[in-house]
């Protein structure tokens, strides 16, 4: 039996609120209430593999504030719990620039975890 949700679009300030028919076997039938292609594509992401970016801090060695963190792409919600134990894992030394990659394939997601700003 098919399985209808409800999503509100978070691409721009008019917030549709778009329907998705889930089929058994986890597929999209149909899709309504959106006005434009935007929000049927982050439905279409959104209904069957949910992604969030995710930013946090880091300590580094020998510095007094934290460094700033996030993933270089959306990782899949399911993930973020495990992402953020090997982020706050991380054992960090000066000096890191804004861009640079402090994490290779965060949680075995593929995505890389870089600094958002630089400490020397």
Known sequence: ???TRSFTCVNCPLGCVIDVQLEDDGTIGSIT???CKLGEDYVRQ???DPRRN???FVCVEGCLEPLSVKTAAPIPKAKIRE???VVRALKLHPPIQAGDTVLENAAGTGIAIVATKSLD
Do not use: R
Request: glycine content about 6%; charged content about 20%.
């Open 33 to 35: 209430g959106h006005t």
């Open 46 to 48: 959104e209904a069957v």
């Open 54 to 56: 995710v930013s946090s």
């Open 1 to 3: 039996m098919a399985e």
């Open 83 to 85: 992402v953020m134990e």
